[in-house]
């Protein structure tokens, strides 16, 4: 089994602007978590949300863009994460 990294970029209405999966491939969760931690490294703000489980991360806190990161065993976006409106 393969593991992608998804990303999407919002406005500050929630719409998608921009989304695509990141070229990487990882055999391993743990390698793709490590992958989207370094990136959250580098934002000012993130966080994490349970829900559909995505990361976001923002260059300010009251920003008008954020960007979601989730991970996926596919690289086509999943049935959950497109209900949760990421497409």
Do not use: K
């Amino acid at each position: 089994m393969a593991f992608f990294v998804h990303w999407c970029l919002l406005n500050r209405e929630g719409r998608i602007l921009e989304s695509g999966c990141f070229d990487a491939r990882f055999t391993r969760r743990e390698g793709a978590v490590r992958f989207v931690l370094e990136r959250l490294d580098a934002a000012p703000h993130y966080g994490f949300c349970a829900g559909p489980d995505y990361w976001w991360l923002s260059g300010a806190r009251d920003g008008g863009l954020e960007t979601r990161l989730w991970i996926d065993a596919d690289a086509t976006i999943s049935a959950q994460h497109a209900d949760a409106g990421f497409v």
